[in-house]
């Protein structure tokens, strides 16, 4: 991840999660594609929000956030641990029958994203389910706040999950959001299973 950025969220986190947003309406339906009680590991999980709905529906959860002062705000507030881990820490081997990226993968430089999602699906048992969503564009750069994204097509997207591994796109949206600097930002949400 980009040093800048994670210092953002470290500096910020207590204001971050203070502004976080409700559960996205997309959770449910990740959710009812899984087992019940199956594993599922969140990444960037910010302030817990979503997390929270995956344990309170009995799902064995990991959740994970790049800042470790966000980790800690989003433990006190879930009950439950929440592992301060960067994305190039992953290492589990078909652990999860679900993976949670909800904004945060769109903060990897775009040369090092497609070494993430082969992490990510190493980490999917077979037939594994991963949500997550990018902001949508052709390059990357800063935001007002100076995070970095990276910005991407629909069809460079594609490209780049299929260099990572064999995957089954089940749905892929489009959406906008209010960033936490206030713009507006144009949302690609992809569901995809481990084939």
């Given at each position: 991840?980009?040093?800048?950025t994670?210092?953002?969220?470290r500096?910020?986190?207590?204001?971050y999660?203070d502004?976080?947003?409700?559960?996205?309406?997309?959770?449910?339906?990740?959710?009812?594609?899984?087992?019940?009680?199956?594993?599922?590991?969140?990444?960037?999980?910010?302030a817990?929000?979503?997390?929270?709905?995956?344990?309170?529906?009995?799902?064995?959860?990991r959740?994970?956030?790049?800042?470790?002062e966000?980790?800690?705000?989003?433990?006190?507030?879930?009950?439950?641990?929440?592992?301060?881990?960067?994305?190039?820490q992953?290492?589990e081997?078909?652990?999860?029958?679900?993976v949670?990226?909800?904004?945060?993968l769109?903060?990897?430089?775009?040369?090092e994203?497609a070494?993430?999602?082969?992490?990510?699906?190493?980490?999917?048992?077979?037939?594994?389910?991963?949500?997550?969503?990018?902001?949508?564009?052709?390059?990357?750069?800063?935001?007002?706040?100076?995070?970095y994204?990276?910005?991407?097509?629909?069809?460079?997207?594609?490209?780049?999950?299929?260099s990572?591994?064999?995957?089954?796109?089940?749905?892929?949206?489009?959406?906008?959001?209010?960033?936490?600097?206030q713009?507006?930002?144009?949302?690609?949400?992809l569901v995809?299973?481990?084939?």
């Amino acid at each position: 991840m980009d040093d800048a950025t994670l210092q953002f969220y470290r500096s910020n986190a207590q204001s971050y999660a203070d502004w976080a947003k409700a559960p996205s309406t997309r959770l449910r339906g990740f959710l009812a594609l899984l087992p019940p009680g199956g594993a599922i590991l969140e990444l960037g999980c910010g302030a817990g929000n979503h997390s929270a709905v995956m344990l309170a529906e009995g799902f064995s959860v990991r959740a994970t956030d790049g800042s470790p002062e966000m980790a800690e705000i989003a433990s006190q507030r879930l009950g439950h641990p929440v592992e301060a881990m960067r994305f190039d820490q992953l290492e589990e081997h078909e652990a999860y029958d679900g993976v949670w990226a909800s904004a945060c993968l769109l903060h990897v430089p775009r040369d090092e994203l497609a070494g993430i999602l082969g992490r990510i699906h190493r980490a999917l048992k077979p037939s594994g389910v991963f949500y997550a969503s990018y902001k949508m564009g052709e390059s990357d750069g800063r935001d007002s706040l100076g995070r970095y994204y990276s910005y991407v097509s629909p069809e460079w997207l594609d490209a780049t999950y299929a260099s990572a591994g064999p995957w089954i796109t089940l749905s892929s949206e489009t959406s906008v959001i209010q960033s936490f600097d206030q713009t507006p930002a144009n949302m690609l949400n992809l569901v995809v299973r481990k084939a």
